[in-house]
């Protein structure tokens, strides 16, 4: 729990580096904080303990999402490579501590014991990803989108708020164990009405986190808006938050009353899975075929959150974990090849032809996104596979079979979209100049990608400790 | 210990040959591929030819699932082994002529591509199985479509996305049968499974057949899942063509064997006689095409298609006889098709065309290729002391066995089968020579170093089929006592 002082400290610190007029120390720095963060979290591992008046609740479950979450931002921020040289419109100091405070949030979002935890912790982790999304300020559709957001985002709270506070009404209690304990009560004689619609609303308000059906209407728009850093950002950090916070309602507090919200999460499972992976066909642009792909992920995120079985919360660290590095590696590709199409002054967009050609010159670049996509793909030999296999196990288990083969077809879609990426880098023609890679960057393609394919061989690895 | 190496080791030298340029890689191949085809010659002889699975070794995989990688070879594994082993270094050779840019990459992809089937092949775990089977795809999509014809990407993206659509629904057959697995930690080991499978009653059975039977008839390719197959081998470049119709597709047919019948007796017993039609419908269907076919590659593409559909229908028939002539003509098949297509492979770099009507008189200039051509070529018509004849010959009695009239429409094979085949070579080789084959070259070395081994081994398979035939029997008789049991 040392973690979220920790890293709300270094956000400080951050922007004090920021005076320094020294740019190149704050990427280092980040990066040391984000390891100092991560080691004060590991260091909880096989503690369970309350904090803050049992507010917070850490054990082997949170110290896990926590690591999840911290390794996402840590290759994150060594793909961000301090934001340019651009002096005047970039403020990277800034950037770089409203990213370690937005982690604090997604942190409290993991270890919540108290249902304000879960409202703080979220606020937090939004408000500065709204922040985040309109950095570019001279891009209009970057100002659209944090506009967009922050309005979508703020209405969403508000459900999720009221929510809790008609479950507080109903059970009298914010703490999750004894909202638990009374659910248990009341579902076996007459649940007040409130109840019921309380959970629906938290569950909405959280759905709306990430990005599930039917209330994914932002996520293309933000996406294609904000910096293609941040989307990274927010397409791992706060889908993992999110489906963290999920799953210990779900699989914890409103246990008793599964056989009420598991219908709507069956529903909008296969509503999610469809019009994320169809949608993401027609696709031209390549960032927006990522929001709709990560709309499709938080589908087969829901289907283990809905089979809630033993397993169900090392499926979804493994898929989540699995999902996150293929998705930073993939916006990382991007990123560097849409600036030096830019530095070369050409017309660029971020549509799949920027890719066109790309192996000729760039067979690291070539290899690390056929990597990605074919882990986001779920084909064996990576990562995403493992995590498909195991999310559908887990819904045998629980024999939720209608939705099942909805993910199952869906998954065939899913090839289509993502051999686009493939094709356009290895068999269209097209240029892209050799591009000069910084160590770091470098580095952190090569990790990335390794880890896919280690852990699509031998998954053990990970999954034995989850 | 020796699975494992066969496994392993086209990984280690596929990325030595990644890392190496020019003639470093054909040669780093080519010796690659003779030391594992010598390491099948080992594992060959010293195989005790009985129903028991030998060389095998387990691992933990997913301990916590209970997934183990384990793999081992019996009679049925060890055919298809030695067909791997055997055909990659001649598919390696047969580049040799050909300018393929990047060949390193060519050479890897091949030799990963062979370590995934050697995997399918003597995977003995469920979801192990499914790796492989899966992990085959992608070097053999590469390899079509970064060196294939002009519209390789759409044909190859529907190759991808058809076999890969098939190949889910066996997932979820085997997830299926993996829960019903007693224990608290559950297991996917085949034999396992098999008696989860077989304890199903025949409705549920009726589902897990089909799961699994459209994942291999796609891969086969069967009638009416075939769309995908002669646009690809057509538009693959010539080594793509011979893994994909060579090795890959008995992918599926081994399916059959391994997976399908011994774990759903009573699903095959329901709807053998469906699967069986289909085959049937699929010989015929594919052989009249065959007849039509102005283009060489696609001729012989149909060929396979009609040639798969007879294996299928010996397997269905559940004989003796009918899995016995499936497994050697999965060799003899694999053999004869990869010759068929070297050599179409061969004119066309001489003369830029596969247009049967724009060949004809290459035989007075080349007397060696006439001579393999014509043996392949019956080979393929199945005649009597050649491989095809032994295969087909079992393959039609097993049919016959199972149902008259089945067997006799199956039958017809063999006629059409020389029509076509026949026709083949008598429009490309015989006749007048036209503008283009006017002074066509005979075989350089590395060409026959090619065709002979495979002529020869055409003539040698048809002498002495029992070679293989007595490895498979032990375990065919005892798959056949589960599937009977």
């Known amino acids: ?466 | 210990m020796l699975t494992l190496t066969l496994i392993l080791f086209p990984i280690i030298a596929g990325l030595l040959t990644l890392a190496s340029k020019g003639e470093n890689a054909k040669t780093i191949a080519s010796a690659a591929a003779f030391i594992e085809l010598a390491l099948g010659a080992y594992t060959y002889f010293s195989f005790v030819p009985d129903a028991s699975t030998q060389f095998g070794l387990s691992y933990d995989w997913i301990h916590a699932a209970g997934v183990k990688f384990s793999i081992g070879i019996d009679g049925i594994s060890l055919i298809l082994v030695c067909l791997t082993t055997l055909m990659v270094p001649f598919i390696i050779v047969s580049t040799f002529n050909s300018n393929y840019t990047n060949a390193n990459n060519l050479y890897a992809l091949i030799l990963f591509m062979q370590a995934a089937l050697v995997g399918v092949f003597t995977a003995k775990d469920g979801f192990l199985f499914y790796f492989f089977f899966e992990a085959a795809l992608i070097p053999v999509y590469f390899i079509a479509a970064i060196w294939g014809g002009e519209n390789k990407i759409k044909v190859t993206l529907k190759f991808f996305i058809f076999t890969m659509f098939g190949s889910l629904f066996m997932l979820l057959a085997l997830v299926y049968l993996y829960m019903k697995t007693p224990g608290e930690i559950h297991t996917s080991d085949i034999t396992a499974l098999y008696e989860v499978g077989q304890n199903l009653n025949p409705s549920q059975q009726g589902y897990i057949f089909w799961a699994f039977f459209i994942a291999f008839a796609i891969k086969m390719p069967l009638f009416p899942f075939h769309t995908w197959q002669p646009d690809t081998y057509v538009e693959a470049p010539a080594p793509a063509t011979m893994l994909l119709s060579g090795i890959m597709l008995k992918m599926g047919t081994y399916g059959l064997i391994r997976i399908l019948l011994p774990i759903v007796p009573a699903g095959v017993q329901a709807w053998g006689l469906t699967a069986i039609i289909l085959s049937v419908i699929g010989i015929v269907y594919g052989s009249i095409i065959a007849i039509q076919q102005k283009d060489m590659k696609r001729l012989i593409a149909y060929s396979s298609f009609a040639h798969v559909g007879l294996m299928s229908a010996g397997i269905f028939s559940r004989t003796l006889d009918g899995l016995q002539g499936s497994l050697i003509q999965m060799l003899a098949h694999g053999i004869n098709v990869i010759g068929l297509f070297f050599i179409v492979e061969i004119i066309q770099q001489r003369t830029k065309s596969r247009e049967l009507a724009r060949l004809g008189g290459i035989t007075q200039t080349t007397p060696n290729l006439t001579v393999y051509f014509i043996i392949i070529m019956l080979g393929s018509v199945a005649l009597p002391l050649t491989n095809g004849f032994v295969g087909e010959f079992l393959l039609l009695k097993g049919v016959y066995e199972y149902n008259v009239w089945i067997g006799a429409v199956a039958g017809i094979t063999i006629i059409l089968g020389a029509v076509y085949m026949l026709r083949l070579v008598q429009k490309s080789m015989f006749g007048i020579t036209s503008r283009i084959t006017e002074g066509f070259q005979d075989l350089t070395f590395s060409e026959k170093a090619v065709l002979f081994p495979i002529a020869f081994l055409v003539i040698a398979l048809g002498i002495a089929p029992n070679a293989f035939l007595h490895i498979t029997e032990p375990a065919v008789s005892q798959l056949l006592t589960i599937i009977t049991k």
């Open chain 1, 1 to 466: 729990m040392n973690s979220i002082i920790a890293l709300s400290l270094f956000g400080i610190a951050n922007l004090f580096l920021g005076f320094l007029n020294n740019r190149k120390i704050l990427l280092p720095a980040t990066l040391a904080f984000v390891l100092v963060a991560l080691g004060l979290n590991l260091a909880d591992w096989n503690q369970e303990y309350l904090w803050f008046n049992n507010m917070l609740r850490t054990n082997n479950l949170s110290v896990n999402f926590a690591s999840v979450i911290l390794v996402a931002t840590f290759l994150v921020v060594a793909v961000s490579r301090g934001f340019g040289d651009d002096e005047e419109h970039t403020h990277p100091a800034e950037y770089y501590a409203i990213m370690l405070f937005s982690v604090v949030g997604a942190i409290m979002m993991v270890t919540f014991e108290n249902l304000i935890m879960l409202f703080v912790g979220l606020e937090i982790l939004s408000v500065s990803m709204y922040i985040l999304t309109g950095t570019d300020k001279r891009n209009l559709r970057s100002n659209e989108a944090a506009l967009k957001y922050f309005l979508m985002g703020a209405f969403a709270t508000g459900i999720l708020l009221f929510g809790i506070a008609l479950i507080y009404g109903a059970t009298g209690s914010f703490n999750i164990h004894g909202i638990e304990a009374l659910v248990l009560t009341a579902a076996g004689g007459s649940a007040p009405a409130l109840l019921y619609i309380g959970i629906v609303m938290v569950i909405i308000g959280l759905l709306f986190k990430v990005s599930a059906a039917p209330f994914h209407f932002w996520t293309p728009d933000v996406y294609e808006g904000a910096p293609a850093i941040f989307t990274a950002f927010m397409s791992t950090v706060v889908k993992t938050a999110g489906f963290a916070a999920l799953f210990r309602l779900l699989g914890g507090a409103f246990t008793g009353v599964y056989g009420t919200w598991i219908y709507i999460l069956y529903f909008l499972t296969m509503l999610t899975l469809i019009i994320g992976n169809i949608t993401a066909v027609y696709q031209q642009s390549f960032k927006r075929m990522l929001a709709y792909s990560s709309i499709s992920h938080a589908g087969y995120l829901m289907l283990t959150a809905t089979a809630k079985v033993a397993h169900t919360q090392s499926s979804i660290l493994f898929y989540s974990l699995a999902y996150s590095v293929a998705t930073i590696s993939a916006f990382a590709v991007l990123m560097v090849v849409a600036e030096t199409k830019e530095s070369n002054a050409e017309k660029t967009n971020e549509n799949f032809d920027i890719f066109n050609g790309l192996a000729k010159n760039n067979p690291l670049l070539a290899f690390v996104l056929t990597v990605s996509m074919l882990s986001l793909a779920g084909i064996p030999l990576t990562a995403g596979f493992w995590g498909k296999f195991f999310i559908f196990s887990d819904a045998f288990q629980r024999g939720i079979v209608v939705p099942l083969v909805v993910a199952v077809l869906m998954s065939a879609v899913g090839i289509y979209y993502y051999f686009k990426a493939i094709i356009s880098a290895y068999f269209k023609e097209g240029d892209v100049p050799a591009i000069e890679l910084k160590p770091i960057y470098k580095i952190t393609l090569i990790v990335t990608t390794l880890l896919t394919i280690v852990l699509g061989i031998a998954p053990d690895l990970v999954k034995s400790i989850f």
